[in-house]
């Protein structure tokens, strides 16, 4: 008697299990797949931002084939001109330096040497933002951080790349 007054209790406890593990399994799908559509957006956004111009090595004489592993590990040859010598930073390890918020504020906030282009990077939409930080993130540690900035007093000790106007050769 108790045992058939209590089934369908037993059996409500088991809908309601079954609902909220369907309900889980959904969230999950839909997050993974919103996961997936960030990362996305991530890469096409590093792709057409042009970041791997400068961020990863060889990536402009190779005309863009460098393989993603290799993408956004950073350049030891600086730029060098009257701001001193920059070195595009590895981006893939200077994002597990910060978590998303303060990449966010970095980038709204931030106001980098020559050549960065970090007026770019401020023009971005927060979403635009956390998609590449979200993707960057995927990539992985990889690679060594870039040498340290120099001053515009001391010598570099890497190969660098001259920024400055050069004068035009006399009766070339
Ligand atoms: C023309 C070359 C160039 C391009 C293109 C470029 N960067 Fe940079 N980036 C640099 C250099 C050089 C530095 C180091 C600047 C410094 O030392 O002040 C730098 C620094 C940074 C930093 C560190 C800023 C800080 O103050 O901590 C971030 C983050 C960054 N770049 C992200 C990007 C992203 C994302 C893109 C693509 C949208 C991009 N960069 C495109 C050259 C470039």
């Not at 919103?34 to 956004?45: F, H």
């Not at 770019?120 to 951080?145: H, Q, V, W």
């Amino acid at each position: 008697m108790i045992a058939t007054r209590c089934a369908p209790a037993a059996l409500a406890v088991l809908a309601a299990i079954a609902v909220v593990t369907l309900a889980f399994a959904d969230t999950l799908r839909a997050s993974t797949s919103a996961d997936r559509s960030n990362l996305d957006r991530g890469r096409y956004l590093v792709k057409i931002g042009g970041c791997n111009d400068c961020h990863t090595t060889g990536y402009t004489r190779a005309g863009g084939q460098v393989d993603e592993k290799e993408w956004l590990t950073g350049h030891a040859v600086g730029f060098r001109g009257p701001w001193g010598t920059t070195y595009p930073p590895n981006l893939r390890l200077y994002v597990r330096s910060m978590n998303e918020d303060q990449w966010v504020a970095r980038a709204k906030r931030g106001e980098s040497r020559p050549p960065m282009p970090w007026f770019s990077l401020r023009a971005m939409t927060e979403g635009d933002l956390r998609a590449m930080y979200r993707y960057i993130r995927a990539l992985g540690a990889a690679g060594e951080p870039a040498p340290a900035y120099v001053p515009p007093t001391a010598e570099p000790q890497t190969p660098f790349i001259l920024l400055a106007p050069q004068p035009a050769k006399a009766g070339g």
